[in-house]
């Protein structure tokens, strides 16, 4: 719909160039590759290619500058950089929307905004994972409480707890990646619905912007948006896991914990109390995960009931997406640098996990290596636990009188297995905190780490064809 014949009213309502202007290297990278087919189909010749590339070239240094002027009553950013490439180059701009709708155009800029915020995303978790990791190896043989139902569980090493964040951050990375490759494939030339008639080569801009793929067919090219969802699906996960790893921090920096300190200079004062310190940096995190599920709640919503093929209510996949990558990357950053900070009290920790009776399964496991089979060894070791009111020196005297009872006199070391040391090494199962365990996860840690820059290697090549074509 031409401007001049809308009210202001009506703009004000359906323009998007106040926030879809961001995709402005995207849309003209795009228009260029557009370019090359239109030129390969014999619909431009190549002086009028050159003049075009040239001119979106001029716009994007402007744009890069803040210099370029955007005009809401052009409605979005695609209609702006056309009028700006005819105003510069005259009728030769006005051929660049030959064979081509906004429909997959805006898609093909959407698709390749993802895959480049994916890549940002993956950038700043593996950082947050090699935190992760550094912190482990700082704090190998720390040991602290394991906690099921927020209950005092088993003993686990800290290295152990902050390992299992980094697989869940692991988990996330890939299925960033999988997102990723569903996202990389180019629907331009679909064009409104219909595909063109110009015989364009839908493979020459894929190629030109390194996607993996086309499309296969034009309705679903125009209208899929799965790539949004899955996208912000994904990251809301990752959120998820970010806010869980906060909780924590909050928890363990709280007086009744007091298993971690605060960096002074990434967590503020009171305004009233002059003692405290706030972290308020996991709790703004945790809050954001709140904002990224609410957003993918409504990117749900928007298409759950849309006909084929494109309509305006797609307009509305944007301001939330964008918001998910903001909110995301900067929850990341602010996290990796408050993780790097935070400082463990190793004697607390100790302390707290030698206090009550944390090994009383190891009590257990020791009954079934004398036959006792482990339901009725369990309901042994309650007895004694319910007896003991759980103080470890009468939970140890009552277990010499009791055991005695079902297995004969204890040896001077039976009762070495409600050791914390000896119960740690006992789990030495894969995955296990035992600390040869542990080392091995935490070699297998690294190896992942490493693999996953190898990767992004390779998808950073690919999203930097955006840049390339721009730049020329």
Known sequence: MSASHVSDEFLAFTGSVHFDRRLWKHDIAGSIAHVHALTHAGVLTKTEKDVIVSGLRDIARECSRGAAVFDPRLEDVHMNIERMLTDRIGDAGAKLHTGRSRNDQVALDMRLMTRESLVNVMVETLALQEVLIRRAKENNGTVLPGYTHLQHAQPVLLSHHLLAHFWRLNRDIRRMTD???????????????????????REIPAEMLMMDGITENSLDSVSDRDFAAEAAFTLSLLMVHLSSLC??????SSQEFRFAKLPKD??????????KRNPDIPELVRGKAGRTIGHLIAILTMLKSLPLAYNRDLQEDKENLFDVFDTVGASLHALTNFLAGVEFDKV??????????????????????????????HGIVQQISERSGGDPHNFKELAKEILGE??????????????????LSRRDSHGGTAPGSVAAQARKAATAVARDKKELVRLRNQVEAVDRLVAG
């Open 348 to 377: 607390r920790m100790r302390e707290s996990a030698e206090d009550g009776l944390m090994t009383a399964t190891d009590l257990a496991d020791f009954l079934t290596t004398r036959g006792i089979p482990f339901r009725t060894a």
């Open 266 to 275: 990434l967590s503020s004062g009171s305004s009233m109390m002059p003692q």
């Open 406 to 423: 079902h297995i004969g006199p204890l040896g001077p070391s039976d009762l070495d297995v409600l050791d914390v040391s000896n119960s």
């Open 179 to 201: 997102c990723y490759s569903r996202t990389n494939v180019s629907p331009l030339g679909a064009g409104a619905l219909a595909g063109t008639a110009f015989g364009l080569d």
């Open 247 to 252: 909780e924590e921090l909050i928890l363990w």
